[in-house]
T-cell receptor, first 114, second 112 residues
Framework: NAGVMQNPRHLVRRRGQEARLRCSPMKGHSHVYWYRQLPEEGLKFMVYLQKENIIDESGMPKERFSAEFPKEGPSILRIQQVVRGDSAAYFC????????????FGDGTRLSIL | GQQLNQSPQSMFIQEGEDVSMNCTSSSIFNTWLWYKQDPGEGPVLLIALYKAGELTSNGRLTAQFGITRKDSFLNISASIPSDVGIYFCAGDNQGGSEKLVFGKGTKLTVNP
C-alpha cells in the first residue's frame, strides 16, 4: 500500500474524548475517500472529498463525525465524544480522478475506545 | 443500502489447487474491483474491471465483469501459501460519486 499514508496506525481513546485520524493521499491524487471496517465485515463507505470540498458524505453519521481535506495538508476524519461503538478500523483511499480510476488504500487506523 | 453478496465466505484448499469466488448484486454496477487484505493491513487492488464481459488477468489471477453487470468472479490458479488472506469484491454503481460498495469477503486458507 505504498503511497497512501495514514496515521496513527493505532489510536486508543476513552469514551467522550475526540479522535483525529489523518490521511495523506498518494502523490498526484486529489480525491480522498474514508471507509470504516468492523471485524469480519467488508468496508463501508463514509465520505468522499476533493480538495476543500465534501462531495458525498452519505455514509457518515450526521452527529459527532466530520471530515475535511484542506488545500494544504492531509485529510482529517474527526470523531467527537467517541463511544464504544466507534471502535473499528478506518481506511482512507485516494484516486487521481473520478472517472474509471481505482481507489488505492492506506493501511488504516485501528481505533479502540475504552 | 446497496449490498454485494460474496461467496463463499471461506475456503480451505491445498497448495496447487485452483480457487474460484464470486460476487453478485441485485443492481447494475459500472465498475468491479477485486482487493486482497492481509491482517492488519489495508486492501490491495488486484484487478479492476470497467466493461461488461471484460476478462482480465494479473499473473495467476483472472477476473471477469459479468455480461449482466450484476456479477463478477475471481479465479486463482495454482494457489500458493502467500495467497492466504481475505479477498473482497467491490463495485461502483452510482457513477461520478465513486462510492465503493464492498462484499463481506472470502477468507482463503491454503494448506502447504
Amino acid at each position: 500500500n505504498a503511497g497512501v499514508m495514514q496515521n496513527p496506525r493505532h489510536l486508543v481513546r476513552r469514551r467522550g474524548q475526540e479522535a483525529r485520524l489523518r490521511c495523506s493521499p498518494m502523490k498526484g491524487h486529489s480525491h480522498v475517500y474514508w471507509y470504516r471496517q468492523l471485524p469480519e465485515e467488508g468496508l463501508k463507505f463514509m465520505v468522499y472529498l476533493q480538495k476543500e470540498n465534501i462531495i458525498d458524505e452519505s455514509g457518515m453519521p450526521k452527529e459527532r463525525f466530520s471530515a475535511e481535506f484542506p488545500k494544504e495538508g492531509p485529510s482529517i476524519l474527526r470523531i467527537q465524544q467517541v463511544v464504544r461503538g466507534d471502535s473499528a478500523a478506518y481506511f482512507c483511499a485516494s484516486s487521481p480522478t473520478v472517472a474509471v480510476q481505482p481507489q488505492h488504500f492506506g493501511d488504516g487506523t485501528r481505533l479502540s475506545i475504552l | 443500502g446497496q449490498q454485494l453478496n460474496q461467496s463463499p465466505q471461506s475456503m480451505f484448499i491445498q497448495e496447487g489447487e485452483d480457487v474460484s469466488m464470486n460476487c453478485t448484486s441485485s443492481s447494475i454496477f459500472n465498475t468491479w474491483l477485486w482487493y486482497k487484505q492481509d491482517p492488519g493491513e489495508g486492501p490491495v487492488l488486484l484487478i479492476a474491471l470497467y466493461k461488461a464481459g471484460e476478462l482480465t488477468s494479473n499473473g495467476r489471477l483472472t477476473a471477469q465483469f459479468g455480461i449482466t453487470r450484476k456479477d463478477s468472479f475471481l479465479n486463482i490458479s495454482a494457489s500458493i501459501p502467500s495467497d492466504v488472506g481475505i479477498y473482497f469484491c467491490a463495485g461502483d454503481n452510482q457513477g461520478g460519486s465513486e462510492k465503493l460498495v464492498f462484499g463481506k469477503g472470502t477468507k482463503l486458507t491454503v494448506n502447504p
